[in-house]
């Protein structure tokens, strides 16, 4: 394989990993952009996401043979679980963070951290420590374009990631909730003088953010078993990625991800840093960002009050 051909080979494994984490940082950047707060959840609901894809979809094709009705019944699991875990998601806000939203910044935090442990270790309780594998919905053989090999989950996961990232983007800039949500984001006392129900828009917010991490986790579940653990590592490398993007910013939250999956890709291709090792370059990045520019490539420094 020629040098050209290894480039544009980690390109595609960097652009299909970055995808993931760029759906999944859109969650803890929503978030953040209008509370202030970090949704420590976030990659629990993932894999509450993953297993729910997992058994609708195991459920939808029956034992019927592999055809075009597998594929259908993953995009039909994909939704059904977007849309639970956006359910969930909202679940979760107005029990565990709506109530502490006067209380002090700790308090919240230490609420997301709570409400991680009980959905890891209550999807263990229920579903088993044993990982699950998510059966392709179709002949998953690598396509070889000009010596660069695709696998037919890579071209999906990209497609789906594209789809999910420009339909957000057009949400948050062209609909009314969306306009709502950006000015909820701006100053919150304002949007309620202007009539926006700011109760409402955080729910949606969490609903929609969830049910972005649900699709993540069905895409990455394409590449790795289910387990109850499966969003820790993945939500804080999200979460790395949001904040080196800029958290707050969704354009940032895209950016960020994707650059993270190349860095971790083309890291382990030219660095030579073993596979085992390569959670280490996610939060080197972050602590470079840190002290470099702690806003994050696409935030805005702010200035707060004492």
């Keep these: 394989m020629s040098s050209i051909a290894e480039f544009f080979q980690h390109l595609v494994n960097g652009l299909t990993l970055g995808g993931i984490y760029a759906l999944i940082a859109l969650g803890y950047t929503m978030v953040y952009g209008i509370l202030k707060f970090i949704n420590f959840a976030h990659g629990d609901i993932l894999m509450v996401g993953a297993y729910l894809g997992l058994f609708i979809f195991n459920f939808l094709r029956g034992g019927s043979a592999m055809g075009p ?139 929609i953010g969830s049910a972005l991490a649900a699709c993540g986790g069905m895409l990455i579940a394409l590449d790795v078993k289910v387990y109850a653990t499966m969003g820790t590592m993945v939500g804080l490398k999200a979460f790395v990625a949001a904040v080196v993007g800029g958290i707050g910013n969704i354009g940032g939250a895209m950016l960020g991800g994707l650059l993270l999956g190349l860095l971790e890709t083309f890291g382990i291709a030219l660095l030579g840093i073993p596979t085992s090792y390569k959670d280490a370059i996610a939060f080197a990045v972050l602590i470079i960002v840190l002290l470099v520019k702690p806003e994050g490539i696409m935030g805005k420094a702010e200035k707060e009050k004492v």
């Design 69 to 207: 009705w597998w594929f259908v019944a993953f995009i039909l699991a994909m939704l059904a679980s977007m849309l639970i875990c956006a359910l969930l998601g909202m679940t979760i806000e107005k029990l565990a963070y709506k109530p502490l939203r006067k209380a002090t910044r700790l308090a919240p935090l230490l609420s997301a951290i709570g409400v991680s442990f009980m959905l890891s270790n209550g999807a263990a309780w229920a579903w088993g420590t044993q990982s699950r594998k998510l059966d392709y919905p179709f002949d998953n053989t690598p396509l070889n374009v000009l010596g660069i090999s695709i696998a037919p989950h890579q071209i999906l996961i990209l497609v789906v990631a594209t789809i999910m990232m420009v339909a957000l983007t057009l949400f948050v800039s062209k609909s009314r909730m969306g306009k709502a949500m950006r000015a909820t984001s701006l100053d919150q006392s304002t949007a309620k003088l202007m009539g926006i129900n700011s109760d409402q828009i955080i729910s949606l917010t969490f609903g």
